[in-house]
């Protein structure tokens, strides 16, 4: 039953639109992003869906176990491998349960940029995205934090502390598998709670509030 309801849920179509929320110019074209092919693939039936549901705590395991895999990603979108990577979790759409503490919305492409983690505000979490063009999933998710009073970090206030929530939602987030090569571990990628990893679901393809 559990399947069948997640089937039906990435049924759910999305529009394309050059249109974006808060205002948000992209500084970098979809073009000339790092990875572009990968960060927007919206062929999603072409890819395995991973049946059981996943926590962030499994995510976080692929750093090590796929190495070899991501040392071969080259960043550029005209590089020799910006592709998406099989027989590694770039292959498999999943669907993660977990708490949303954070979105922000990127000035370079405008994509929502989510951290998801336990409920613990100590745990590790990992980032999710909703890219630009994906706008009724970006609508879904601002019109929902606008009723629940929270703010979208570049969407509504420039003061990180506001936009990192006091309590975490629980979501359910449908994405694709995704390096994010551009982040090393322990570097940029995010802050204290997500840099450890470089690993994301990105594109997501559906967020479901619980």
Request: a negative charge.
């Amino acid at each position: 039953m559990k399947i069948l309801y997640c089937m039906a849920l990435l049924g759910a179509s999305f529009s394309s639109s050059s249109q974006t929320l808060c205002n948000c110019e992209p500084t970098t074209e979809i073009n000339n992003q790092q990875r572009t092919v990968a960060k927007h693939e919206a062929n999603y039936d072409d890819f395995n869906l991973k049946a059981d549901t996943i926590r962030v705590s499994y995510i976080n395991k692929w750093q090590k176990k796929f190495t070899a895999i991501t040392n071969t990603i080259t960043t550029h979108a005209g590089s020799a491998n910006p592709l998406r990577q099989p027989e590694s979790p770039e292959d498999t759409l999943y669907i993660l349960k977990g708490y949303l503490w954070f979105v922000k919305v990127e000035d370079n492409d405008c994509d929502f940029h989510m951290e998801i983690g336990p409920r613990n505000v100590l745990g590790n979490r990992i980032i999710v995205e909703v890219p630009q063009e994906n706008t009724d999933m970006q609508e879904k998710i601002k019109h929902h934090l606008d009723s629940l009073g929270e703010k979208i970090m570049n969407c509504g206030t420039t003061n990180i502390k506001i936009a990192h929530f006091d309590k975490p939602y629980p979501v359910i987030v449908i994405g694709l598998g995704f390096y994010d090569a551009s982040h090393a571990p322990n570097t940029s990628h995010g802050d204290v709670h997500t840099k450890r990893y470089s690993w994301e679901l990105h594109p997501v393809r559906q967020i479901i509030f619980l």
